[in-house]
């Protein structure tokens, strides 16, 4: 259990230094997008089964919010538009 907190809170700290070191807009939008689902949905399944296992639950919990805040991040940069500018990545056309 505490190898899977580990791996949640390891991957939720690679969003933030992808995010914080600029690496992500120099990779093509769909990429970027991929890796910023892939890191908070598997992140978010690993907290609520934590969760549901309630194994310390406190943490657990904070990940799965920040694991939230992850996939709205991402539906937000990349798939809304914005001001009169269309998405980075288009769902419908």
């Known amino acids: 259990?505490?190898?899977?907190?580990?791996?949640?809170?390891?991957?939720?700290?690679?969003?933030?230094?992808?995010?914080?070191?600029?690496?992500?807009p120099k990779l093509n939008s769909y990429v970027g997008a991929t890796i910023y689902l892939i890191i908070g949905l598997a992140s978010l399944v690993i907290s609520l089964y934590l969760a549901g296992k309630k194994?310390?639950?406190?943490?657990?919990?904070?990940?799965?919010?920040?694991?939230?805040?992850?996939?709205?991040?991402?539906?937000?940069i990349y798939f809304l538009p914005e001001a009169g500018m269309p998405p980075e990545i288009p769902l419908f056309e």
Do not use: D, E, Y
């Open 1 to 24: 259990m505490k190898r899977l907190l580990g791996i949640c809170i390891s991957m939720q700290m690679t969003f933030v230094l992808l995010f914080f070191t600029g690496i992500t």
């Open 55 to 76: 194994f310390l639950l406190g943490i657990s919990f904070i990940a799965f919010i920040f694991s939230l805040l992850i996939i709205c991040f991402t539906i937000f």
